[in-house]
DNA sequence: GGGGCGGATACGTATAGACATAACAGCACG
DNA sequence: CGTGCTGTTATGTCTATACGTATCCGCCCC
C-alpha cells in the first residue's frame, strides 16, 4: 500500500488509481468532510474491480485519517485533523552541513548524581534513581546555537555511564542506541538570564525557545531533556499536509 | 485497517494481531532498524492464515513508515524516523472547556486591504492581492491568552469579506470552511514590545512565543498568520510515538 | 403514535488461487 | 573472467467467494 506516498512515476497499480482519486477529491475540497463516498460496490463497479480492491485504498485512507467508516452506513471523509501538524526537529550537524558550516559541541558538564525528590518529580523518576546529568553548547560556525541540558536514567541505559560524549553529543548517541516507544514535547519561551546568555551568546533579557522533551522506552523514564535555542536566531519549522 | 489504532477492547482481528505482534518487536527494539522480518508465507504458517491476511498487516505497517519491502529480497524494518514529531497545537476553546472555563474572543481590528509589496512578499501573495486583515485577541477565563494577526487571501476565500468573525474567531471560521493541502509553521520566541504586553496583559519584555503558520490549498496561499502566545503562561505540547 | 422486531444493507474479515514482476543466484558460454 | 541467460523466489496485485456483524429503515402490532 505504499504505491501512494511514492512519486508517481511506476504506473500506479488499481488499488493505488482509486487511492488517489479519492484523496485527491479530499484535498481539493471537491468531497468536503462529511460527504459520503460511493459503497465499496459503486466503486468496484466504477472501476471494474472485486470489492477487496476497493477495499484496500479505503482501508488505506482509513489509515490516514482522511476517510471513516461504519458499517451500513458507509464511508465518509473525515473531518479534517488539522491541529496535528508533523514538527520536524532541527538536527544542529545536518543543519550546519546544509549552511556548509562546521558544527561542534562542548560538554559543559558531566557527572553521575542521584535525584533528589524536587528534580525526580520534575524528571519524572524515581526519588534516588541514579542518572547522568551532561550539559552540552552546540555551535554552528563559531556561534553557539542552543544549550543542551540532559539528564539519563542509567537504569534504562546502564552504558551511558561509561560514555563521555566527547565525539558524538548526547542526543545523537542516545537516538543511535536505545530504542524508544514514547516521547512528549514542550515548547515554550523564556528570557535568557544572565547565565544562560554568556553561554549562548545572546543579550541578557533576549527572548529564547525552551524545547523540552521527555522520551520513554516501555513505560520506563529514557532521558529528560531541556534545550534553549539562542534568541531569535533559531526557530522550529514544519510543512504538513492534512 | 484502523482495528490496531482502537483501543483493544475488542478483541482483535487476525490482521490486527499480526500487526500489533510484529509492531511491538519493532517499537521494543527487539527487532532493530535492518532486521528482516520473516517472509510473508513463514508467517502465514506461523498464525495459520493465508498470506493475503499477513499482506494486509504487512502493507499498514509500510504505511506507517515502520518497514521497508523489496521484491525477492524481503521485508526490513525500517531506519527510525525520529526527527519527526505530532505536535498538537491548541485550541483555545477546546482548552478552555477542559479548564471548565469561559473562552471569549474580541475581534481588534478588521479591514479590507491590498497588500504593498513588502507585505505582499511576506505573506507570499502577489503585490497588490486583495486580503482580509483580522486581529484578534483569545481569552479563556479572564486572561487574554493568544493575540492573532491574520490575513486571508480574498482570491481563495472570497465569502471571507462578507464574515464579521464575531460570533466564531477566524481560524476556527476557515478550518470549516476552507479545504488546504499544505501548510508550514514555524515557530520562534520574541520579547513584548509595549503595545502586545498591553493586548496580552503581560509585562514589557517578557517571552513569547510566536506561531506563524502559511497555509495553502492546491498550490495558492489561503491564509498567513501569527498567533502570538501570552508569555509564559502558555505552551504547545505535543505526544508522539516513533 | 410509538416502540419493538426483522430484513436488507454495507462494511469487516478471511480464504485460496492466480499471474505479474523484480531481483538474486548460479550456470553456461564466449 | 565476465557477461548474459534462466530459473527460483518473495513480494505485488487482483479475483471470486464466503460468512460475520453492526446498523439502518420500515413494517407491524399494540
Given at each position: 500500500m505504499n504505491a501512494p506516498l511514492e512519486p508517481?512515476?511506476?504506473?500506479?497499480?488499481?488499488?493505488?488509481?482509486?487511492?488517489?482519486?479519492i484523496q485527491q477529491r479530499i484535498v481539493s475540497g471537491d468531497w468536503p468532510a462529511g460527504t459520503r463516498i460511493p459503497f465499496e460496490t459503486e466503486l468496484a463497479g466504477q472501476y471494474r474491480c472485486s470489492r477487496m480492491t476497493v477495499n484496500k485504498a479505503l482501508s488505506a485512507l482509513v489509515q490516514e485519517g482522511l476517510i471513516t467508516r461504519r458499517r451500513k452506513a458507509g464511508s465518509f471523509v473525515a473531518e479534517p485533523k488539522v491541529e496535528q501538524a508533523v514538527m520536524e526537529i532541527q538536527d544542529f550537524a545536518m543543519?550546519?552541513?546544509?549552511?556548509?558550516?562546521?558544527?561542534?559541541?562542548e560538554i559543559l558538564a558531566h557527572s553521575l548524581k542521584r535525584l533528589g525528590v524536587a528534580a525526580a518529580r520534575a524528571a519524572g523518576l524515581p526519588h534516588g534513581a541514579r542518572v547522568l546529568h551532561v550539559m552540552c553548547r552546540h555551535s554552528i560556525g563559531e556561534r553557539p546555537v542552543a544549550f543542551e541540558?540532559?539528564?539519563i536514567a542509567l537504569a534504562a541505559v546502564p552504558a551511558a555511564a561509561d560514555e563521555q560524549f566527547d565525539l558524538i553529543p548526547p542526543g545523537t548517541w542516545l537516538l543511535r542506541r536505545v530504542p524508544w516507544s514514547q516521547a512528549e514535547h514542550t515548547i515554550r519561551a523564556c528570557c535568557a538570564d544572565a547565565s544562560l546568555a554568556r553561554?549562548?551568546?545572546?543579550?541578557?533579557?533576549?527572548?529564547?525557545?525552551?524545547l523540552h522533551r521527555r522520551t520513554w522506552h516501555l513505560g520506563k523514564p529514557v532521558t529528560t531533556v531541556d534545550i534553549t535555542y539562542a534568541g531569535e536566531r533559531q526557530h522550529l519549522v514544519g510543512r504538513f499536509s492534512p
Open positions: 508517481p512515476i511506476a504506473p500506479l497499480s488499481l488499488t493505488g488509481r482509486i487511492h488517489r482519486d543543519e550546519a552541513a546544509r549552511l556548509n558550516l562546521p558544527y561542534h559541541h541540558d540532559r539528564l553561554v549562548l551568546d545572546v543579550k541578557p533579557g533576549e527572548a529564547c525557545l525552551v
